[in-house]
Protein backbone atom coordinates (compact mmCIF):
# COMPACT_ATOMS: atom_id res chain seq x y z
CA UNK A 1 0.00 0.00 0.00
CA UNK A 2 2.92 2.30 0.66
CA UNK A 3 4.64 1.14 -2.94
CA UNK A 4 5.18 4.11 -5.10
CA UNK A 5 6.07 2.74 -8.33
CA UNK A 6 8.77 4.82 -10.98
CA UNK A 7 8.99 4.03 -15.08
CA UNK A 8 11.38 4.08 -16.74
CA UNK A 9 14.69 3.14 -15.18
CA UNK A 10 16.67 4.92 -17.02
CA UNK A 11 15.89 7.31 -20.25
CA UNK A 12 17.94 8.88 -23.02
CA UNK A 13 16.61 11.97 -24.73
CA UNK A 14 18.33 14.29 -27.36
CA UNK A 15 18.55 17.86 -26.68
CA UNK A 16 15.98 20.24 -26.89
CA UNK A 17 13.53 16.76 -26.89
CA UNK A 18 10.42 16.19 -23.72
CA UNK A 19 11.72 14.08 -20.97
CA UNK A 20 8.63 11.85 -19.39
CA UNK A 21 8.58 9.81 -16.27
CA UNK A 22 5.49 8.10 -14.72
CA UNK A 23 4.96 7.37 -11.15
CA UNK A 24 1.54 5.25 -10.09
CA UNK A 25 0.85 4.73 -6.11
CA UNK A 26 -1.51 2.79 -4.40
CA UNK A 27 -2.61 4.48 -1.02
CA UNK A 28 -5.49 7.15 -1.78
CA UNK A 29 -4.14 8.53 1.82
CA UNK A 30 -1.21 10.23 -0.31
CA UNK A 31 -1.75 14.12 -0.70
CA UNK A 32 1.42 15.71 -1.84
CA UNK A 33 3.52 14.72 -4.67
CA UNK A 34 7.31 16.15 -5.11
CA UNK A 35 9.48 15.35 -7.59
CA UNK A 36 13.32 15.19 -6.52
CA UNK A 37 16.65 15.29 -8.72
CA UNK A 38 19.47 13.81 -7.36
CA UNK A 39 23.13 14.64 -9.24
CA UNK A 40 25.74 11.92 -8.74
CA UNK A 41 27.31 12.11 -4.68
CA UNK A 42 24.69 14.84 -4.02
CA UNK A 43 21.09 14.77 -1.88
CA UNK A 44 18.03 14.91 -3.41
CA UNK A 45 16.76 18.56 -4.29
CA UNK A 46 12.75 19.04 -4.25
CA UNK A 47 12.41 20.32 -8.32
CA UNK A 48 8.51 20.86 -8.22
CA UNK A 49 5.59 19.14 -6.09
CA UNK A 50 2.00 19.00 -6.57
CA UNK A 51 -1.31 18.05 -4.70
CA UNK A 52 -4.08 15.99 -6.18
CA UNK A 53 -6.87 19.34 -6.07
CA UNK A 54 -5.28 20.41 -9.33
CA UNK A 55 -4.27 18.30 -11.91
CA UNK A 56 -1.08 19.72 -13.90
CA UNK A 57 1.50 22.20 -12.14
CA UNK A 58 4.34 23.96 -14.24
CA UNK A 59 7.12 25.39 -13.39
CA UNK A 60 9.51 26.51 -16.17
CA UNK A 61 10.14 23.98 -18.05
CA UNK A 62 9.08 21.50 -15.44
CA UNK A 63 5.30 20.32 -15.54
CA UNK A 64 3.39 17.66 -13.56
CA UNK A 65 0.70 16.08 -14.44
CA UNK A 66 -1.84 14.58 -12.11
CA UNK A 67 -4.52 11.82 -12.21
CA UNK A 68 -6.34 11.06 -9.36
CA UNK A 69 -9.04 8.18 -10.83
CA UNK A 70 -5.96 6.35 -12.52
CA UNK A 71 -3.58 7.18 -9.33
CA UNK A 72 -0.85 8.12 -11.25
CA UNK A 73 1.35 11.05 -12.07
CA UNK A 74 4.39 12.29 -14.18
CA UNK A 75 7.16 14.57 -14.64
CA UNK A 76 7.21 16.30 -18.28
CA UNK A 77 11.17 18.30 -18.92
CA UNK A 78 10.38 20.45 -21.87
CA UNK A 79 13.18 21.37 -23.75
CA UNK A 80 15.33 18.85 -22.24
CA UNK A 81 19.38 20.17 -21.94
CA UNK A 82 22.28 17.98 -21.71
CA UNK A 83 22.56 20.01 -17.53
CA UNK A 84 19.22 18.10 -16.99
CA UNK A 85 21.16 14.95 -16.82
CA UNK A 86 20.38 13.16 -13.33
CA UNK A 87 18.33 10.51 -11.74
CA UNK A 88 14.88 12.16 -11.23
CA UNK A 89 12.78 10.35 -7.99
CA UNK A 90 9.01 10.49 -7.67
CA UNK A 91 7.98 10.26 -4.18
CA UNK A 92 4.69 10.81 -2.11
CA UNK A 93 3.47 11.45 1.13
CA UNK A 94 0.11 11.45 3.40
CA UNK A 95 -0.63 14.07 6.20
CA UNK A 96 -0.81 11.76 8.93
CA UNK A 97 2.75 10.59 7.83
CA UNK A 98 6.19 11.52 8.49
CA UNK A 99 8.00 9.95 5.82
CA UNK A 100 8.38 10.53 2.11
CA UNK A 101 7.66 7.34 0.10
CA UNK A 102 9.86 7.20 -3.02
CA UNK A 103 9.85 5.50 -6.14
CA UNK A 104 12.64 3.33 -7.23
CA UNK A 105 14.39 6.38 -9.75
CA UNK A 106 14.83 7.34 -13.47
CA UNK A 107 18.59 8.05 -15.02
CA UNK A 108 17.67 10.62 -16.99
CA UNK A 109 20.93 10.94 -19.64
CA UNK A 110 20.29 14.13 -22.16
CA UNK A 111 22.43 13.93 -25.80
CA UNK A 112 24.38 17.33 -26.61
CA UNK B 1 19.98 30.73 5.25
CA UNK B 2 22.47 27.67 6.04
CA UNK B 3 21.29 24.61 4.16
CA UNK B 4 21.35 21.06 5.57
CA UNK B 5 25.10 19.80 6.03
CA UNK B 6 26.24 15.95 6.84
CA UNK B 7 28.92 14.94 7.98
CA UNK B 8 31.30 12.52 7.26
CA UNK B 9 31.09 12.43 3.50
CA UNK B 10 32.80 9.52 3.21
CA UNK B 11 33.20 6.47 5.23
CA UNK B 12 34.46 2.93 5.29
CA UNK B 13 34.04 0.68 8.77
CA UNK B 14 34.07 -3.40 9.10
CA UNK B 15 31.26 -5.72 9.58
CA UNK B 16 30.44 -5.44 13.37
CA UNK B 17 31.66 -2.19 14.54
CA UNK B 18 29.63 0.81 14.93
CA UNK B 19 29.61 4.13 13.34
CA UNK B 20 27.87 7.64 13.95
CA UNK B 21 27.22 10.13 11.47
CA UNK B 22 26.00 13.58 11.85
CA UNK B 23 23.68 16.27 10.61
CA UNK B 24 23.30 19.63 11.12
CA UNK B 25 19.71 20.81 9.94
CA UNK B 26 18.59 23.76 8.27
CA UNK B 27 18.34 26.77 9.74
CA UNK B 28 15.16 27.17 11.72
CA UNK B 29 14.14 23.49 11.36
CA UNK B 30 13.00 21.85 13.72
CA UNK B 31 12.39 18.20 12.30
CA UNK B 32 15.27 16.10 11.53
CA UNK B 33 14.77 12.97 8.96
CA UNK B 34 17.31 10.35 8.07
CA UNK B 35 16.78 8.09 4.74
CA UNK B 36 19.19 4.96 3.50
CA UNK B 37 19.74 5.06 0.13
CA UNK B 38 21.08 2.23 -1.73
CA UNK B 39 23.40 2.01 -4.70
CA UNK B 40 20.22 2.21 -7.65
CA UNK B 41 17.28 2.52 -5.16
CA UNK B 42 14.79 5.20 -3.76
CA UNK B 43 16.02 6.88 -0.67
CA UNK B 44 14.09 4.60 2.85
CA UNK B 45 13.27 6.33 5.73
CA UNK B 46 14.73 5.31 8.68
CA UNK B 47 13.17 7.45 11.28
CA UNK B 48 12.31 11.31 12.44
CA UNK B 49 13.13 13.25 15.17
CA UNK B 50 11.14 16.79 16.26
CA UNK B 51 11.83 17.98 19.43
CA UNK B 52 14.70 15.29 20.70
CA UNK B 53 12.55 12.54 20.72
CA UNK B 54 11.66 9.69 17.91
CA UNK B 55 8.90 10.68 16.47
CA UNK B 56 8.43 7.93 13.49
CA UNK B 57 10.30 5.36 12.72
CA UNK B 58 10.76 2.88 9.48
CA UNK B 59 11.15 -0.79 8.94
CA UNK B 60 14.55 -0.70 10.21
CA UNK B 61 15.93 -2.58 13.60
CA UNK B 62 16.47 -1.39 16.37
CA UNK B 63 20.52 -1.02 15.98
CA UNK B 64 19.52 1.47 14.00
CA UNK B 65 19.25 4.38 16.50
CA UNK B 66 19.63 8.21 16.75
CA UNK B 67 19.60 11.28 18.87
CA UNK B 68 18.48 15.33 18.23
CA UNK B 69 20.06 17.82 20.17
CA UNK B 70 18.35 21.27 21.48
CA UNK B 71 19.68 22.81 18.37
CA UNK B 72 18.13 20.43 16.09
CA UNK B 73 20.91 18.78 15.18
CA UNK B 74 20.64 15.14 15.01
CA UNK B 75 23.05 11.70 14.77
CA UNK B 76 22.33 8.65 13.30
CA UNK B 77 24.04 5.59 15.40
CA UNK B 78 24.48 2.04 13.73
CA UNK B 79 25.60 -0.90 15.75
CA UNK B 80 27.00 -3.98 14.62
CA UNK B 81 27.23 -3.35 10.90
CA UNK B 82 26.65 -5.63 8.24
CA UNK B 83 27.78 -5.39 4.77
CA UNK B 84 24.21 -4.64 3.96
CA UNK B 85 24.08 -1.19 5.61
CA UNK B 86 26.60 0.02 2.83
CA UNK B 87 24.67 2.87 1.20
CA UNK B 88 24.19 6.71 1.07
CA UNK B 89 22.66 7.96 4.45
CA UNK B 90 20.46 10.94 3.62
CA UNK B 91 19.36 13.71 6.33
CA UNK B 92 16.32 15.88 5.58
CA UNK B 93 15.21 18.45 7.48
CA UNK B 94 12.08 20.52 8.00
CA UNK B 95 9.75 23.19 9.64
CA UNK B 96 7.36 20.72 11.64
CA UNK B 97 7.08 17.12 11.98
CA UNK B 98 4.16 16.77 9.14
CA UNK B 99 5.77 19.37 6.99
CA UNK B 100 5.81 18.53 3.23
CA UNK B 101 8.96 20.51 2.15
CA UNK B 102 11.74 18.37 2.91
CA UNK B 103 15.27 19.58 2.66
CA UNK B 104 18.04 17.13 2.21
CA UNK B 105 21.87 17.36 2.74
CA UNK B 106 24.68 15.78 0.29
CA UNK B 107 24.72 12.58 2.20
CA UNK B 108 27.21 10.40 3.71
CA UNK B 109 28.89 7.61 2.08
CA UNK B 110 28.96 4.68 4.18
CA UNK B 111 30.92 1.28 2.70
CA UNK B 112 30.99 -1.52 5.07
CA UNK B 113 33.75 -3.99 4.20
Known amino acids: QQQVKQSPQSLIVQKGGISIINCAYENTAFDYFPWYQQFPGKGPALLIAIRPDVSEKKEGRFTISFNKSAKQFSLHIMDSQPGDSATYFCAAKSGSARQLTFGSGTQLTVLP | ?113
Open chain 2, 1 to 113: ETGVTQSPTHLIKTRGQQVTLRCSSQSGHNTVSWYQQALGQGPQFIFQYYREEENGRGNFPPRFSGLQFPNYSSELNVNALELDDSALYLCASSLGQLNTEAFFGQGTRLTVV
